[in-house]
Nanobody, 125 residues
Framework: EVQLVESGGGLVQAGGSLRLSCAASGFTFDDYAIGWLRQAPGKEREGVSCMRSSDGRIYYADSVKGRFTISSDNAKNTVYLQMNSLKPEDTADYYC??????????????????WGQGTQVTVSS
């Protein structure tokens, strides 16, 4: 059974940092793209970042480039999202997700098949 479990969300002041973790199980972690997406109240879900360890492919949304860094610890089957210089507009529920095949590198949220339960990030001004 594939499972994705996020952790690390919380409340932080603008300019602060948080590190989200996504612990994956039930599939060959290295071969799959793992993405971070977020959804703020009243807004559409947005892809934030994605990486695939097998080929080093990484994506960042323009809104987070230079502030967020995605990384992985393959020994722990965990993907991290280091979020620095946080802004109030980063406030959202953050989800990690994976497609149902290592062949896919998701470019839309519809391409993700497995989802975590989400972790809430609140950035106060």
């Amino acid at each position: 059974e594939v499972q994705l479990v996020e952790s690390g969300g919380g409340l932080v002041q603008a300019g602060g940092s948080l590190r989200l973790s996504c612990a994956a199980s039930g599939f060959t972690f290295d071969d799959y793209a793992i993405g971070w997406l977020r959804q703020a109240p009243g807004k559409e879900r947005e892809g934030v970042s994605c990486m695939r360890s097998s080929d080093g492919r990484i994506y960042y949304a323009d809104s987070v480039k230079g502030r967020f860094t995605i990384s992985s610890d393959n020994a722990k089957n965990t993907v991290y999202l280091q979020m620095n210089s946080l802004k109030p507009e980063d406030t959202a529920d953050y989800y990690c997700a994976a497609p149902n095949s290592g062949r896919y590198y998701p470019t839309t949220d519809a391409m993700y098949h497995y989802w975590g339960q989400g972790t809430q990030v609140t950035v106060s001004s």
